[in-house]
Structures are given as structure tokens and as C-alpha cells.
């Protein structure tokens, strides 16, 4: 990555963690298995698993509290083979583990178990501001059709219907006006 963009992006996180001190919000994640989150597979293989959270993000009297998923590139390094290496059986059950446990050996200590880092509030807003898109279109048609969703499609339509959920309760805890406050600090991020 270039300084620039270090800077920017460093500067874009300090403008939102401001906004969001001011606006007085409150979060917490909570640490799912993947056995018993919505991403659930009987025998899954790695490109299957996930690191999953139950997140709730509150302000003043109101509360929203849903699933959030994170693929498993936000283990850490010391687990994950590198984009060019063959994966091994050891790195292949480290990432199950953490998956499903919350904690990953940490190389060079004597494989102490160090928990996953949560995610970040930030990011967490960015992924609710992003479903709370669904309100800019008119029907759900007009949301499939913008995604490459099939108006048909009883999947589409209970994603569309989630989104639908998660974008009033935020409408209702901040408001139009904050959360166009928020979707401007979090333009390009």
C-alpha cells in the first residue's frame, strides 16, 4: 500500500471513530462456533468455514443485534498458508479449531491459545450501513434487480426481507440524518 492511502484510510477511521464517540454508541460481539452459527455445514471444508459473531451495537434505548460473519482471512497469519503454498493438515485443523473454538495456537509460544480479535465496531457499521441500503429502492424488485438477484428467487427475497429488518431498526436508533452522516464518512472505505 501506497502512504497516501494509509493516511486517508487512517484519517477516514479517525473521522468515523469520532462521529461514532459522539453519537454514543455501544457494541459488542459475542463469539459464535461455526457449528452453531447460520453458516452451519455438516462436514464443511475450509472454504466453507467462518468466523462468526452475534454483534449488538446499542444506542440510547435502542438495540440492534444480529449475526455477523468474517471470512477466514481475518485469522491470523500465523495459522493461514500463504496465497502461493500448499495448505498442510496441521494449518487445515488450526483454522477448523479456531473456527469453531474462538482461539488459535499462537506459533513461537509454545502453542498458547490466544483468542480471535473481535471485529471492530467500524467495520461492523460499514456491513449494517451497507444492508441498510435496501430503503433506496422501491420493491424488492428493483433491489434484486439491482444486485443480479431472480425476482423469484424465496432466497433473494429473505435476504432482501433481513436487510429490510436491520435497516429500520437502524433508521430508528440513528435516524436519517445520522445515517447519512455515516454514509458519507464511510464513502470508499
Not at 42 to 58: A, G, H, Q, R, Y
Not at 70 to 88: D, E, R, T, V, W
Amino acid at each position: 500500500m501506497n502512504k497516501d492511502y494509509e493516511l486517508q484510510r487512517e484519517e477516514q477511521n479517525n473521522n468515523i471513530n469520532n462521529a461514532l464517540k459522539e453519537m454514543e454508541i455501544n457494541f459488542n460481539a459475542e463469539f459464535v462456533p461455526f457449528s452453531k452459527s447460520r453458516n452451519a455445514k455438516e462436514n464443511p471444508k475450509i472454504d466453507d468455514l467462518s468466523i462468526n459473531w452475534k454483534v449488538t451495537i446499542s444506542r440510547g434505548r435502542s438495540s440492534l443485534t444480529t449475526d455477523y460473519m468474517q471470512g477466514i482471512g481475518h485469522l491470523p497469519n500465523s495459522i493461514k498458508p500463504s496465497a502461493f503454498k500448499k495448505m498442510y493438515v496441521d494449518q487445515a485443523n488450526n483454522i477448523k479449531s479456531a473456527c469453531e473454538t474462538g482461539k488459535y495456537p499462537k506459533a513461537n509460544a509454545n502453542w498458547i491459545l490466544s483468542k480471535i480479535n473481535p471485529p471492530t465496531l467500524t467495520d461492523v457499521l460499514y456491513s449494517l450501513l451497507m444492508d441498510s441500503d435496501v430503503l433506496n429502492y422501491g420493491t424488492f424488485e428493483e433491489w434484486a434487480g439491482e444486485f443480479g438477484y431472480e425476482t423469484d428467487s424465496r432466497k433473494a427475497e429473505k435476504m432482501y426481507n433481513e436487510c429490510m429488518k436491520i435497516a429500520l431498526k437502524m433508521r430508528a436508533m440513528f435516524g436519517d440524518e445520522n445515517i447519512q452522516k455515516l454514509n458519507e464518512l464511510y464513502q470508499n472505505f
